[in-house]
Structures are given as structure tokens and as C-alpha cells.
């Protein structure tokens, strides 16, 4: 298993959308995102200056039915 970087809502919300997922919506300051055929939706906490916290971004790395190293090989 590979170990999991510091990277910012941005980036994480590009590498999600690399795996398919697409923006449904956006309230405040996460951006929530849908896939076809998902049960679960994804809402990323995207705040100037700040990077997601490990334990935030492996919740939702399991919640898509993902693997760290699958998300790390989308990260743009």
C-alpha cells in the first residue's frame, strides 16, 4: 500500500473526476460529487491554503470503492 500525500480539495476533486465522477453540486465551500450507478456521493471540503486532512481523504478514497493506490494514479 502506498502512503498517502498532502494534496488540496482541488486536486483531490480533479482525481475523482479522472475516475468518472462528476460535480453535482457545490454549497459553501464543498463540492459534492456524483457517479452514475453509486450509491454514495462524495463531498470534499475545498478551502484556500488548506490540504485535506489524511483521515478525510481515506474515508472518501473507501467510500468511492477505491484504493490509495488507485487514487494516486489518477492525481493529475
Same mark, same amino acid.
Request: positive net charge; glycine residues 10%.
Given at each position: 500500500? @502506498? #502512503?498517502?500525500?498532502?494534496? &488540496?480539495g482541488? +486536486?483531490?476533486? $480533479? %482525481?475523482?473526476?479522472? %475516475?468518472?465522477? @462528476?460535480? &453535482? #453540486?457545490k $454549497?459553501? &465551500?464543498?463540492?459534492?460529487?456524483?457517479k452514475?450507478?453509486? *450509491? %454514495? +456521493?462524495? @463531498?470534499i471540503?475545498?478551502? !484556500?491554503? $488548506?490540504?485535506? !486532512? #489524511?483521515? +478525510?481523504? #481515506?474515508?472518501?478514497? !473507501?467510500? %468511492?470503492?477505491?484504493?490509495?493506490? *488507485?487514487? +494516486?494514479?489518477?492525481?493529475?
Amino acid at each position: 500500500m @502506498s #502512503r498517502l500525500g498532502n494534496y &488540496s480539495g482541488i +486536486t483531490v476533486v $480533479r %482525481a475523482f473526476q479522472n %475516475a468518472g465522477w @462528476s460535480v &453535482s #453540486r457545490k $454549497r459553501g &465551500s464543498h463540492v459534492v460529487l456524483e457517479k452514475p450507478g453509486h *450509491e %454514495a +456521493t462524495l @463531498s470534499i471540503p475545498v478551502h !484556500k491554503g $488548506r490540504d485535506i !486532512k #489524511r483521515g +478525510t481523504l #481515506r474515508d472518501l478514497i !473507501k467510500d %468511492a470503492g477505491m484504493t490509495v493506490d *488507485e487514487f +494516486t494514479s489518477l492525481l493529475p
